[in-house]
């Protein structure tokens, strides 16, 4: 070889050198920017619905969502937000779902319970008139293990929404009277947003899960939902207002009438007050009256009593003096008789 080739040997090693080094400095550049930008997808559209869920990006449609996250940036996406990282949005929602259930089964008795489910269940409707039917739904539904299923329906609607076809009458009529169907929209991923974002507690924790994009669209829909019932609202209290002006002023001529008859009848008092007082006065004075009466009573059936063995002893020796007198008459008259006789026989 000569000394000329040996320089272009050299040369194209170098050359080969400085193209390895390049295209690795272009890959992990690359590699930068797709995970910059994976990141990116995380933040505007969340986590992946499920697990087989398949990535969007041009040359990755057969590539499952959960494959690329890693554990590492799973943690760095929800260290903000209390750790306790999850792969998809379904697995969120179950987790949040066995949470608000364990809350339930907590409280003490059923009335807690259902009262706990109405705070859940009923800003999960849309409208005013689904509202009233959730509540009367939790207050009807007996025994309370089929509200816990309709719970658990609700649920299960969102993981497993799909498009319902128009044209199957009997399918669509079937789901329109549950529960679940009027509460939950058909969609996957709003279905999934609506639950997170109306029952979490975290709203941060949803942000990182359902993505911003989803997120602000479920704010609209519950803005655009929340306008008509704030409108009724508005109406049913404006109308609660002029009710009440026409029930106050009744009310208010009702309490000068009371009042009015509450001073006559406390004057009323007053003066019964004041007689009860003087006949209490009156009703004592006779009492005294009564004692005196009483040993005056005494005192006289005392004396009768005296006077009556007196009198009784008198008329014993009144008794004994006619019998006396009987005698002395009756001596009297048998002398008299004889000397009848006497004076007969002399004549």
């Known amino acids: 070889m000569t000394l000329f080739g040996k320089f272009l040997m050299i040369l194209n090693i170098f050359a080969a050198t400085a193209f390895v080094y390049i295209a690795a400095l272009d890959w992990g550049k690359r590699y930068e920017w797709s995970y910059a930008v994976f990141r990116q ?5 969340g986590l992946p619905l499920d697990d087989e869920e398949t990535a969007d990006q041009e040359g990755l449609h057969n590539v499952r969502q959960v494959d690329r996250l890693g554990d590492s940036t799973l943690s760095s996406l929800f260290a903000p937000v209390g750790g306790n990282p999850v792969r998809t949005q379904q697995e969120e929602l179950v987790r949040l779902r066995d949470q608000l259930k364990a809350e339930i089964n907590a409280l003490p008795n059923e009335a807690e319970k259902r009262k706990k489910l109405k705070e859940l269940l009923v800003p999960l409707a849309r409208s005013s008139l689904d509202r009233s039917e959730v509540r009367i739904w939790l207050d009807t539904t007996k025994p309370f293990s089929k509200v816990m299923e309709g719970f658990d329906a609700i649920f299960a609607a969102a993981i497993g929404a799909q498009a319902v076809d ?5 399918t669509q009529t079937t789901q329109q009277t549950s529960l679940a169907y009027r509460l939950v929209p058909r969609d996957k991923r709003r279905a999934m947003t609506h639950l997170l974002f109306t029952l979490h507690p975290d709203l941060q924790r949803v942000t990182v899960v ?3 994009k989803a997120l602000v669209d479920e704010m609209n829909d519950q803005a655009d939902a929340l306008m008509p019932i704030s409108d ?39 003066s019964q007050q004041e007689l ?6 009156l009703v004592e004075l006779r009492k005294q009256d009564i004692v005196k009466f009483k040993e005056a009573i005494n005192v006289a059936r005392k004396t009768i009593k005296e006077l009556l063995h007196a009198q009784q002893e008198e008329e014993r020796l009144l008794f004994e003096s006619q019998s006396v007198l009987r005698d002395i008459r009756s001596t009297n008259e ?9 004076e007969g026989l002399t004549r």
Do not use: P
């Open 334 to 342: 048998r002398l008299e008789r004889e000397i009848r006789r006497l």
């Open 210 to 212: 359902v993505g911003l």
């Open 232 to 270: 009724s609202v508005e109406f049913a209290m404006l109308g609660d207002l002029s009710s009440f002006e026409v029930e106050y002023e009744q009310l208010l001529s009702d309490l000068k009438d009371l009042a009015f008859h509450l001073d006559e009848r406390s004057r009323m008092l007053a």
């Open 276 to 281: 009860k007082k003087k006949h209490e006065g």
């Open 166 to 170: 128009d044209s199957d009458s009997q």
């Open 41 to 45: 997808h995380l933040v505007i559209n």
